[in-house]
């Protein structure tokens, strides 16, 4: 596959970004269905560009975007989907205007952080399930991720920041070994039996038995402490 996107940027960036600043990046349709968000990379599939091929695969393209500079999209990923079980997909090389060889492709298990999972599950659903391209690719995106994603609440804080921020989303998926805050999912992240854990600059780990949250610096000073939930917090 492809290499991961660009590492986390920061974690004030991350606690700045609302729901719904978030949900307008894939609203805003430029000619692509919006998907996922990994560091500062949005992964989406080119509306026009799903091909069924057969009864079990899709050609598509799979576009890498700039969260913050939408335009030019940033690169184009030919790929061919197959809708089998599992799900599997290959990077298209040469033309994309030629039939694929299948017999040639180099299928691959789909991982979530690179966009894999994603391209593959939106172009095999909506193409069995024509005019619904734009309401599938808003439920995976507000589903938010593989179907063991757990989603807890926590207390944060920004790097540099005395600010702590309430009930703050964060979701991770022990198979796909994932970890994402407001939406947004990190290169850093990682699952363990006892912990989750993110983050660059300094290291955020949450207890998931204890649910309780610290952050420490490079050296191993903690430098904030603070309360996780498994209930949303209440709508003021």
Known sequence: MWRRAAALTGMALLLSLAAGALQA????NRGYQLLQRVDDVLFGVDN?????LDRTHVAGTLLHINAFKPAPVRSRVEFVADCGTPMRLAIRPGNAGSPPELDKLEFAELSWLDGSWAAAEFACESTRQPGRAAQLAREMYERGGPPDTQVIYCDLQPDGSTEVRKGVEVRFSPSANAVSVNRQWLSSGSVTADEVRFGVNS?????????????SAPGG?????GLCDRRAPALR
């Open 25 to 28: 990046q894939w609203v805003s």
């Open 221 to 225: 000073e903690m430098l904030f402490s």
């Open 48 to 52: 026009l560009s799903l091909r069924i």
């Open 203 to 215: 290291v955020w780990r949450i207890n998931r038995q204890a649910l309780d949250i610290r952050r």
